[in-house]
């Protein structure tokens, strides 16, 4: 059986495969300090456009080549973005 930090890695890699990057995916620090043997998933907050990108990828919808990759460039410069200092 995978650790939880192997499957928020695995996660992240699919999500992004399909566009979808969800800034705040960790393992929950609480229950990752607790006993259990596996802690939480953490899938966080993202912004409604993720989160529709998401429903879209849930439900099959597929896009056109150009503009999954347009969509995931967006979402990139996005993520560049948060991650400077302000």
């Known amino acids: 059986m995978r650790s939880t930090e192997e499957v928020v890695a695995l996660l992240r890699e699919a999500l992004g495969g399909v566009g979808v990057v ?18 939480l998933v953490q899938l966080g907050r993202c912004n409604v456009r993720t989160a529709e ?20 460039e967006r979402v990139r410069a996005v993520n560049r973005e948060s991650r400077m200092p302000r």
Do not use: I, N, W, Y
């Open 22 to 39: 969800l800034p705040s995916l960790c393992v929950d620090p609480v229950t990752g300090a607790g006993k259990e043997p596996f802690a």
């Open 53 to 72: 990108r998401l429903v879209a990828v849930l439900r099959g919808e597929q896009e056109e080549p150009a503009a999954k990759d347009e969509l995931l």
